[in-house]
């Protein structure tokens, strides 16, 4: 994989401000987490653990919309900051969509390899069939940022395929992994990476695995 391709942020956020995401999402809508496909199709085998939206609507009803709001502007100049250090600023990102907490709380929970860019752009529409927030533009980077302390959990490793070009088989299997034991996973840390790199969540063992997931679109690359 070429060195730009992901990269571990150390002290993205502070354990405070990781605590305040926890706290935030805890007011918010919890459901199961699925994989949909823009024909709204649900893959319901491949993921196993729950999602909070940091949505505008979750948040008013909530009343917690200026919090909510500052969460997305730390993160949004963390992440800029970032993106030089990896030398991506010529690639262009507009926009991000809404960020994702992420819980995995029971054992064999997970999220099996997979990709997060999408074959096409966004539609003109949403399934709703308004005009879509995104429509035209497509996921270029992706980031998860560990919320709580990995001595909180066992399991429940972040595995990114390090070959890039090809989806992960027993024949060829290299993987970066962090997760509990390891240096680089610490609260706070946060994995940004392309959002065509194959990466996964291992089958959570014990404990409770909190993430802020996020992802950053602008217009297809040409």
Known sequence: MHPSKWAMSRNFLTEDQCDEIIELAEKMKRQRGSLRDYENSVHKDSRLCDVIWF??????????????????QIVDQQFNGVKEIMKLDHWIIDDRENFQYTEYTKRGEWYDWHIDCHRDPYPELDSNGNPHRWAGKVRKMSMTIFLNDPSEWTGGYFEIENTY?????????????????IADCKKGNAI??????YHRVSKLETGNRKSLVCWFVGPPFV
Do not use: H, W
């Open 192 to 197: 940004i990476f392309s959002s065509d790199c």
């Open 165 to 181: 070009d090809r989806p992960p088989s027993e024949l060829y299997m290299r993987v970066n992994r962090y997760g509990p034991g």
């Open 55 to 72: 949505t505008e609507e979750n948040a008013e009803k909530a009343g917690i919309t200026d919090e909510v709001g500052q969460i997305y």
